[in-house]
């Protein structure tokens, strides 16, 4: 079983920076990808952004330009470093990571951490 650990959640005044971190407990270099997705209040979970194991990445329109994911292969670890932060950023941010076993794609989650944007 892989355990995702994130850190980082806090709050942050509009225009402010924050950055999230999650760890995995997995094999080095085993997790294809890895990646953030956030819940906001009385809304369906939504992908912010994820990054594969060779380093493509890919975001939601939203936060482009604002956001940068970044992993460590051999650590199991990504980061998201948030800046020009808006109050509708305000959600449950949950890190992902999944791997492939016996032709079977398994999704492994975090417990959430929470980022508060005050206006």
């Known amino acids: 079983q892989v355990h995702v650990v994130e850190s980082g959640g806090g709050l942050v005044q509009a225009g402010g920076s924050l950055r999230l971190s999650c760890a995995a407990s997995a094999s080095p270099f085993s997790l294809n990808n890895m990646g953030w997705y956030r819940q906001a209040p009385g809304k369906q979970r939504e992908l912010v952004a994820f990054i594969t194991r060779g380093g493509t990445t890919n975001y939601a329109n939203s936060v482009k330009g604002r956001f940068r994911i970044s992993r460590d292969n051999a650590k199991n670890t990504v980061s998201l470093q948030m800046n020009n932060l808006k109050p509708e950023d305000t959600a449950d941010y949950y890190c992902?990571?999944?791997?492939?076993?016996?032709?079977?794609?398994?999704?492994?989650w975090g417990k959430g951490t929470l980022v508060t944007v005050s206006s």
């Open positions: 992902n990571a999944n791997s492939r076993v016996l032709g079977k794609t398994l999704d492994y």
